[in-house]
């Protein structure tokens, strides 16, 4: 099974933009339905974004302010996050159906 690793993470003002990748170990071709999900301190990790073939999905809380996105000759699903707000702090990661949680990216929002 092709391996996902996130990348991008950092630290932003309120406001600020950032954009997480998501690299495949291999091609990603196959892969028709990838994630990004993420977890705040205390919290249970929560659904941020889908994309399925063409389809675009988000959690009420990030639409309008992230975008998830594929480069199939990359090998990378992004997640443009603009206007990020303190919540939006956590740990981001990717998944891919039948796939194992990664090490994540940290993003650290300051007020």
């Known amino acids: 099974q092709v391996q996902l690793v996130e990348s991008g993470g950092g630290l932003v003002q309120t406001g600020g933009s950032l954009r997480l990748s998501c690299a495949a170990s291999g091609s990603i071709l196959s892969i028709n339905f990838i994630s990004w999900y993420r977890q705040a301190p205390g919290k249970q990790r929560e659904w941020v974004a889908s994309?399925?073939?063409?389809?675009?999905t988000y959690t009420d809380t990030v639409k309008g302010r992230f975008t998830i996105s594929r480069d199939n000759a990359k090998n990378t699903v992004y997640l443009q996050m603009n206007s990020l707000k303190p919540d939006d702090t956590a740990v981001y990661y990717c998944?891919?159906?039948?796939?194992?949680w990664g090490q994540g990216t940290q993003v650290t929002v300051s007020s």
């Open positions: 998944l891919q159906l039948g796939g194992s």
């Open positions: 994309i399925k073939g063409g389809v675009k």
